[in-house]
């Protein structure tokens, strides 16, 4: 069953799948939040790592890179008291590492440039392993379903929508209908199917 038709009605699943699913988001929180909330869910269901999605960002200083980077033992302590987010030590440890990660791309043109060049590059990754791989190389906790429903709910990888759902088919249509250039045009090819 495709998440479609899960989130379809859901009220959990809905919105997200409504307003985020799929979007090829580039701004520097946005992206690490992305990646954060994936890293969080392993183990667990979806719904819970949505349930839980305004708590962590409050607690983890709404996504802010820099903020994240710095934290320390103490930050670690807070964090794993903290009701609101999912509390597993290694999953907070790799947040804070993939911050750091995260400010080093800056160098190289920030977190969505990055992404983009991998994707667009002739050799760069075209499947889940190679992507894996890649990601493996650079960030912490991001096995396989982690790194592809992260770059499938950016639309870098196929399979956000389903054929024939309203919302992908109008986020679609609007993406392909942009110039070349426009500010919500990401710098890597949009997947919707596999091609």
């Given amino acids: 069953m495709s998440y479609c038709a899960v989130a379809d009605g859901h009220p959990v699943h809905g919105p997200f799948h409504d307003q985020d699913h799929g979007v090829p988001v580039t701004d520097e929180r946005a992206l690490f939040e992305r990646l954060c909330l994936e890293i969080a869910q392993a ?32 930050d670690v302590t807070r964090l794993m008291g903290d009701a609101r987010i999912i509390r597993n030590r290694l999953k907070i440890n790799a947040t804070i590492h993939n911050a750091r990660i995260v400010q080093a791309f800056r160098a190289e043109g920030g977190f969505a440039a990055w992404l983009g060049r991998h994707a667009s590059a002739p050799d760069g990754p075209r499947d889940r392993a190679t992507w894996v791989k890649l990601f493996k190389r650079h960030f912490r906790f991001t096995g396989g379903e982690i790194v592809n429903e992260f770059l499938m709910g950016l639309s ?3 399979g956000a929508h389903a054929p024939g ?31």
């Fill in 165 to 195: 759902c309203p919302i992908g088919d109008a986020l679609y249509a609007e993406l392909v209908a942009l110039p070349l250039g426009h500010p919500r045009l990401p710098p890597w090819p949009i997947k919707r199917v596999d091609s």
């Fill in 156 to 158: 870098i990888l196929p």
């Fill in 43 to 74: 183990g667990l269901s979806w719904e819970t790592a949505l349930k839980r999605r305004d708590g962590m960002r409050a607690a983890f200083d709404g996504y802010d890179v820099d903020v994240i980077a710095a934290y320390g033992p103490a």
